[in-house]
């Protein structure tokens, strides 16, 4: 008696909502045995594809799952551990349906190996993920567009603040210098006309850092030395300042710390031309097995470091936060009329 199966047993088996099975190892998924669930899961009987009668079970699955199908089974056979897969069949309606198989390999008394699983219908459960990732792609592409929103009013009062003072100076100095000329102040002309340049020259560079900052991030697709000479090419040499980059040792950094690197080197960068009004700048960036150590220096006119701390000028802050995040720390060593030395090290 122990070796008859259970009437109660059998009744819950082919009364569960999906399919009891028992399958040959082979390229079909051959069905040795199958509960009655198979054919409101799949649209074909048990006996439509137990042995292959009419098609097999494996030419259910879409065309597209069946390498993901097999591989898995696979490996949970030579692992000798359950199995679990995930992929769409086509029903016998024409329907695709998600569906969840999980089972285990097991070894028959004459050698062979049959897999033993239970098929469930998880198409709700697939939908319902889809629809969330959608719903997550729409949120995170509004957030996108949020920080671009507010890049571009970050922007726009950069802008203000610099290049549209610059100019407005410069029309207040043409019309002091016009007026001082028409009075026969050809000295006093010549001041404003010289204030005119540099005025102008000024928001000249300050009009190419923002179009640099614009321009899509050379950080991601080139790495940090790359990025750091496409700077300094496309900002300090194209302002007429003297710029040069030394690298010392191999760098390699993981890509939290190469943005915080390059984050610090950019606004050291921008103190220069925008504050300092360098004519020179140097960028060196060192590695060797225990840090890695990046130093900004310029000409300029150099500041009070306190009293920039203390009003959160310059960018500081930011800097500081930044090299926290990734353990680093940052060094500022400068004085008014001698330059500035940012240096930050990891």
């Known amino acids: 008696m122990k070796n008859q199966p259970d009437s109660s047993l059998i009744s819950l088996i082919h009364n569960l909502p999906g399919m009891v099975y028992r399958c040959r190892h082979d390229g079909q998924r051959t069905l040795l045995l199958a509960s009655d669930g198979c054919q ?55 329907e695709q349906r998600w569906v969840l198989d999980k089972g285990r390999p097991a070894t028959q008394p004459d050698g062979t190996v049959v897999m033993e699983g239970f098929v469930s219908d998880h198409t709700r459960r697939m939908v319902a993920f889809r629809q969330l990732e959608q719903q997550l792609a729409e949120k995170a592409r509004k957030a996108e567009q949020v920080v671009v929103l507010e ?10 603040d610099s290049v549209t003072q610059s100019l407005y100076s410069v029309t207040l100095f043409a019309e002091a210098g016009r007026n001082q000329a028409e009075n026969g102040q050809f000295d006093r002309a010549t001041w404003y006309f010289a204030e005119i340049l540099e005025t102008g020259q000024q928001a000249l560079r300050e009009m190419r850092l923002l179009v640099h900052k614009l321009r899509p991030s050379a950080l991601e697709k080139d790495g940090l030395v790359p990025a750091l000479q496409h700077r300094l090419n496309a900002v300090e040499g194209r302002a007429g300042i003297q710029h040069q980059l030394v690298v010392e040792g ?9 943005e915080a690197i390059y984050h610090v080197s950019q606004e050291a960068l921008n103190n220069a031309i925008k504050h300092a009004r360098a004519s020179q700048v140097r960028v060196t960036v060192c590695q ?7 130093t900004v220096w310029d000409d300029g006119c ?39 030395t940012v240096r930050a090290i990891v």
């Open 250 to 258: 191999q760098i390699h950094l993981s890509p939290e710390v190469e």
């Open 302 to 340: 150099g500041f009070d470091v306190d009293t920039a701390v203390q009003s959160g000028g310059l960018g500081l802050t930011s800097m500081r936060e930044r090299m926290q995040m990734v353990g680093g720390v940052l060094e500022i060593h400068s004085t008014p009329g001698q330059g500035t």
């Open 40 to 94: 409101e899961l799949t649209g074909y009987t048990a006996a439509a594809l137990v042995a292959n009668c009419q098609l097999a079970f494996a030419d259910l699955i879409r065309q597209s799952d069946r390498d993901g199908v097999f591989e898995e089974l696979a490996t949970a056979v030579s692992e000798a551990r359950p199995y679990r897969c995930i992929y769409r069949i086509t029903t016998a309606a024409g």
């Open 151 to 160: 890049e571009r009013n970050r922007l726009a009062r950069e802008l203000h």
């Open 288 to 294: 060797d097995n225990h840090h890695l150590e990046l």
